[in-house]
């Protein structure tokens, strides 16, 4: 049996707020954590609760599960295991026993790690090379999405997507437009590092392709922009956008920092996640010098996926819902 039931957990955040959205009208049932809020049939619980997962997926035989619930910025990095491979594993065991038709598990770049060479892409075949805890959960995440694939009904598609953009986004990345208009932008090394990313609409296309697509079961893809961007092009991008479209005026100046400061950032990182502890700024620039792109020619080719935005569009928009929130303005 087939329903049209969606079931969105981390609907309150980034991304589970725009995929409730498109989804609509379909019936959708959101599962978000004390306090937060969303829209249609709520139900709130976290997922490292299993009798939370139960509830969530009552009467839900036939439907579709898109897990985007996920840490990426914890305290401890305990954290990350705790959510993003025993919640995961919790949900999936409810949901293969609701009866649940497929479930469409949103991962990350960071098990595969960074590219080896600046002219390096990843695709499906690219093996684990996990990056810091974080990655190191996903990578456990998605072996155990593996094995319900293997031993349940339940059939399962892996979503790796880099570094994504557009409305709803946190404040960590309404701080990165900020820091480019205080003439602060960070660049680490030359700047001509290529980040893959993924406007927020791309990535719900191609979920919603990983959910209809019936050879995807069992499948992993790299869900992306059509192209990678060095670092110099999306600051680049931000600013001129910010004040030719947005007119807030920016500084028209960079953070420069060698590539050396990442180095030692990643030994900092490196050390305190051995002690369980976690630095979110720390860790991002450990990362600010790597080279993180990926090919996405396999979902083009097997799930018929076409990003529609590319970086201008998607910088704008994004800069668009941040003014139009009150989160972004002249300095």
Known sequence: MTSEL?????????????MVETLRPRPVRSFVLPGETSTGDVVTGDVRNPGNCETLFAGARGATLFHCAGVVHPRRVRDFFDVNVTGTENVLSAAARAGVRRAVIVSSNSPIGVNPSPDHV?????????????????????????????????????????????PYQPPRQTLFFEMI???????????????SMAYIDNLCQGLLLAESTAAAAGETYWIADERPYTMNEILDTVERLLEDEFSIPCKHR?????????????????????LGLYHQKLHVLSEMNKSIACSIDKAKRELGYRPEVALEEGMRRSIAWCIAEGLLGPR
Do not use: C, H
Not at 6 to 18: D, K, P, Q
């Open 6 to 18: 969606a079931i969105v957990t981390g609907a309150a955040g980034w991304l589970g707020r725009r």
């Open 254 to 274: 960079r953070l420069r920092l060698p590539g050396l400061a990442s180095q030692v950032a990643w030994l900092g990182d490196f050390s305190l996640q051995k």
């Open 122 to 166: 990843f695709d499906e075949s690219s093996p684990y090379a996990p990056y810091m805890g974080y990655g190191r959960s996903k990578m456990q995440m998605e072996l155990a999405v593996r094995g319900f694939q293997e031993r349940t009904e339940i059939e399962t598609v892996i979503i790796r997507p880099p570094w994504f953009y557009g």
């Open 181 to 195: 208009r205080d003439g602060k932008g960070p660049i680490v090394g030359g700047g001509q590092n290529r980040r």
